[in-house]
C-alpha cells in the first residue's frame, strides 16, 4: 500500500539557517504530492503541493520537487525564521485511492 | 461556516463510555475524511466519504468505531465502550472532490481523553 517515510525530528535550528526536511513516497500509480503545516495550537494546513513529476510546489520562502526516480519531495527552505516553527508533514494521494496518507511528520524549532 | 468545524473540541469521557465526535464540513465540499493524531504519532487515517459512494472504512481500528455521513454533509464518528488508547486528537477534513491533487482542509480536531 501507500506509504510516506519522513526524517524524524526534532529538527533544531538557529534563525536564517537552510532547511531540509526529506520525505520519501511508496505509491501505486502516479501520486500527487503534499506538505502540510501544524502551527503550535492550530489546525493542519496545506503548505504546498505538486501533482506531476519535475513539479516544484512552493509558498512562504518553501520549496518541495516531486522527484519520480528518487520518489522523494524533499522540503526545503532557505532562511528560516522563529514564526516557522511548526510540525510539518508530507502526505500523498493517488486517483485510485483518493485517502490523504501522511508521514508521522517532523517537529522543527527555531531560535534566536 | 467558512471551515471545517469539529465539536466538542474537548472531551473528557470514562472509560466504557460511549461518545460521538462531530464534523461540519465545508460547504459543498464531497469528500469528508477523519483522521486520528495520538501524541508523538502522525496521522493515522481512519475513513473516508465521498459522495453517494460506499465509505472507505479500511483506517477503522476495531469494530467499536463507526461513522455516519447524513444528507451528504455532516458526519458522526462514534466510539463504542471507549478505551484508554482511544485517547487522541481525532481530525476531520473535506475536499471539494476526492481526487488526486485536491487540498483537503482540516479542522482544529477534538481532543478525547478517556480515563
Known amino acids: 500500500g501507500d506509504s510516506v517515510t519522513q526524517m524524524e525530528g526534532p529538527v533544531t535550528l538557529s534563525e536564517e539557517a537552510f532547511l531540509t526536511i526529506n520525505c520519501t513516497y511508496t505509491a501505486t500509480g502516479y501520486p500527487s504530492l503534499f506538505w502540510y503545516v501544524q502551527y503550535p495550537g492550530e489546525g493542519l494546513q496545506l503548505l504546498l503541493k505538486a501533482t506531476k513529476a519535475d513539479d516544484k510546489g512552493s509558498n512562504k520562502g518553501f520549496e518541495a520537487t516531486y522527484r519520480k526516480e528518487t520518489t522523494s519531495f524533499h522540503l526545503e527552505k532557505g532562511s528560516v525564521q522563529v514564526s516557522d516553527s511548526a510540525v510539518y508533514f508530507c502526505?500523498?494521494?493517488?486517483?485510485?485511492?483518493?485517502?490523504?496518507?501522511f508521514g508521522t511528520g517532523t517537529r522543527l524549532q527555531v531560535t534566536l | 461556516g467558512a471551515g471545517v468545524s469539529q465539536s466538542p473540541s474537548n472531551k473528557v469521557t470514562e472509560k466504557g463510555k460511549d461518545v460521538e465526535l462531530r464534523c461540519d464540513p465545508i460547504?459543498?465540499?464531497?469528500?469528508l475524511y477523519w483522521y486520528r493524531q495520538s501524541l508523538g504519532q502522525g496521522l493515522e487515517f481512519l475513513i473516508y466519504?465521498?459522495?453517494?459512494?460506499?465509505?472507505?472504512k479500511s483506517g477503522l481500528p476495531s469494530d467499536r468505531f463507526s461513522a455516519e455521513r447524513t444528507g451528504g454533509s455532516v458526519s458522526t464518528l462514534t466510539i463504542q465502550r471507549t478505551q484508554q488508547e482511544d485517547s487522541a486528537v481525532y481530525l476531520c477534513?473535506?475536499?471539494?472532490?476526492?481526487?488526486?491533487?485536491?487540498?483537503?482542509?482540516f479542522g482544529q480536531g477534538t481532543r478525547l481523553t478517556v480515563v
Open positions: 460547504s459543498g465540499h464531497t469528500a
Open positions: 502526505a500523498l494521494n493517488t486517483g485510485t485511492a483518493s485517502k490523504l496518507t
Open positions: 466519504f465521498q459522495g453517494n459512494s460506499a465509505p472507505d
Open positions: 477534513a473535506s475536499s471539494i472532490r476526492g481526487r488526486s491533487g485536491t487540498e483537503a482542509f
